[in-house]
């Protein structure tokens, strides 16, 4: 099974801030890497698919980069709404499999 | 409106079987694999099966290979998954989704494996 480890598992940071939060795959997933935020409460919303791509709706300050085992979620100008956790997924095998994710909270 | 909804969760013993359904509408559901995704309480995403279009192909976390199904049936464009051999572990929030691209998500129902 491809492992998929994040860092941070949480991090505190100021509104306006921008954040990174990183995904390393256990092996070659070439750009098979989605993103996703979830809000306490609520279901899974996709902001990224193909490690780079934005999903239709997701605001431009998520962008997403990265290939083969090395992968980065961005987020730039943070407000109240983008505080949640956030997963990253690889489906370039079976299982599918996430990463532990990350928690972003306000400092 | 494109959307899934989720039903058939509920209070099982452990050895118990349920089966959850996921109605989707707003879009043609037999031109997308569907995936079952859980969540246990207070963790992490973990994806459970996916079945591609015709049903042809199945996929499954080992964790629940030979006690879990996922079917689905295009003319009622619902997707299910029969859980037999219920386990403690199992207890979680279930969730459908639009595959690959995991765009569309359920609500979930929550399962709970408990004496």
């Known amino acids: 099974d491809i492992q998929m480890t994040q860092s941070p598992s949480s991090l505190s940071a100021s509104l306006g801030d921008r954040v990174t939060i990183t995904c390393r795959a256990s092996q070659g997933i070439s750009n098979y890497l989605a993103w996703f935020q979830q809000k306490p409460g609520k279901a899974p919303k996709s902001l990224i698919y193909?490690?780079?791509s934005l999903q239709n709706g997701v605001p431009s300050k998520f962008s997403g980069s990265g290939s083969g085992t090395d992968f980065t979620l961005t987020i730039t100008s943070l407000q109240p709404e983008d505080f949640a956790t956030y997963y990253c997924?690889?489906?370039?095998?079976?299982?599918?499999?996430f990463g532990g994710g990350t928690r972003v909270e306000i400092k | 409106e494109v959307q899934l909804v989720e039903s058939g969760g509920g209070l099982v013993q452990p050895g118990g079987s349920l089966r959850l359904s996921c109605a989707a509408s707003?879009?043609?559901?037999?031109?997308?694999?569907m995936s079952w995704v859980r969540q246990a309480p207070g963790k992490g995403l973990e994806w459970v099966a996916n079945i591609k279009q015709d049903g042809s192909v199945k996929n499954y976390v080992d964790s629940v290979k030979g006690r879990f199904t996922i079917s689905r049936d295009n003319s009622e464009k619902s997707l299910y998954l029969q859980m037999n051999s219920l386990r403690a572990e199992d207890t979680a929030l279930y969730y459908c989704a639009r595959s690959n691209a995991f765009d569309i998500w359920g609500q979930g129902t929550m399962v709970t494996v408990s004496s």
């Open positions: 193909a490690a780079s």
């Open positions: 997924q690889q489906y370039y095998g079976s299982p599918l499999t």
């Open positions: 707003g879009f043609t559901f037999s031109s997308y694999w």
